[in-house]
């Protein structure tokens, strides 16, 4: 529930209960009521004098003036201490009673009163008070002491209350500070997530095309090869690359060339399914690996996806060789031997002008 819904009481969990907790604490009784009660006309009719002294005091000292700060804000917070000493002397010190000096300790806090100053204010004003008592007292008497005893005791229940509103202030910032750092910390956890992700695919990715680059290639190609041996399934490598490339490069520019890389790799992405593995090996050449799968089943694949790079790159007069070599169950190879196999049988397609396959045998 927002704060702005619930009293001050209620915010610091100030029952009826509590409030007369504090009193027992600090011996606010019914004989010191009485005694507060008693001095109710003699503190109205010197209302105007004890405002006087304790602000005389206050003002001694630079500090509490610059705190102050103008003569209209000084008018204003005479009226506030008439209202709040005529309220001590009025003997009700209930739920009203602990709310309006709740409210003191916050304004307090908002308006950037150091605890300092307002201790030093309080203790002023019982200073000021009790000398009232002297004043009205012909001698040092046993009721002058309870009404000074009475006095003190209030003030220290006021004194409290400000403070709880203080400390209360002081937990909210810090909550409120910590809401915030949480915050920043979940937003900041997914930057550094999103901007990891990016820099492992910036790693494992090459920049022009997207496909998977030779180092992160020959990383899952090893997987697949233990994956082929543990599920006891043939591994394909598809190895091409681009024949005419050169001379378009030297003819058109490398802007032209880098179109056609990149053509070629969405031919590979919209032929193949996303989870084969595809890679640019390097400069104009490629590799594609097909798991669980027949050598027939891959000129098939190939064939397609010469069909797809023919049409992308239509008029560049570029075509591909492919290469197709393979490690299966009844005759597995390595990585490094299955790449050289693949790329022996490109070069023997090379031989073969236009769009050319190399299978081995079956």
């Known amino acids: 529930m927002k704060t702005t819904n619930l009293t001050l009481l209620k915010q610091l969990k100030f029952s009826p209960h509590e409030i007369e907790r504090r009193k027992e604490y600090l011996d606010i009784d019914e004989p010191s009521r009485e005694a507060l009660v008693s001095m109710r006309g003699v503190v109205r009719a010197n209302i105007d004098n004890i405002v006087e002294r304790f602000y005389d005091r206050i003002l001694s000292f630079d500090e509490m003036d610059r705190v102050i700060g103008d003569a209209e804000t000084l008018h204003r917070l005479r009226n506030y201490q008439r209202q709040y000493i005529l309220s001590m002397f009025d003997g009700e010190y209930s739920e009203d009673y602990v709310h309006s000096r709740l409210r003191v300790g916050v304004v307090h806090k908002r308006i950037g009163v150091d605890p300092k100053y ?8 019982k200073d000021v008070l009790c000398k009232l008592v002297d004043d009205i ?21 006021d004194l409290l209350l400000a403070f709880d509103t203080y400390i209360f202030s002081l937990m909210t910032e810090a909550q409120r500070s910590n809401d915030e750092l949480e915050t920043y910390t979940d937003s900041l956890e997914e930057v550094i997530a999103e901007r990891t992700r990016l820099l492992v695919e910036q790693a494992r990715n090459d920049g022009l095309t997207g496909l998977l680059n030779q180092r992160a290639f020959y990383s899952e190609l090893k997987k697949e090869l233990l994956r082929g041996q543990r599920r006891n399934h043939a591994v394909v490598l598809v190895y091409f690359d681009l024949d005419g490339f050169k001379a378009l490069n030297d003819e058109q520019g490398h802007t032209r060339g880098d179109e056609v890389l990149v053509a070629v790799g969405d031919a590979m992405r919209e032929t193949l399914r996303e989870t084969e593995v595809m890679a640019r090996y390097g400069g104009d ?43 299966t169950p009844e005759e597995s190879t390595d990585v490094n031997s299955l790449v050289k196999a693949a790329d022996k049988k490109m070069y023997e397609a090379k031989k073969e002008p236009g769009f050319s396959i190399k299978i081995p045998e079956a």
């Open 285 to 327: 050449e490629f590799c594609i690996v097909l798991s669980d799968i027949t050598l027939e089943n891959t000129e098939g694949v190939c064939r397609r996806l010469c069909e797809s790079i023919e049409q992308k790159t239509k008029g560049t007069g570029v075509t591909c060789s492919m290469g197709v070599a393979a490690s």
């Open 137 to 157: 007292s012909e001698e040092k008497c046993e009721v002058c002491r309870k009404n000074k005893s009475a006095i003190d005791k209030l003030i220290m229940f």
């Open 118 to 125: 307002y201790v030093a204010a309080i203790f002023v004003l």
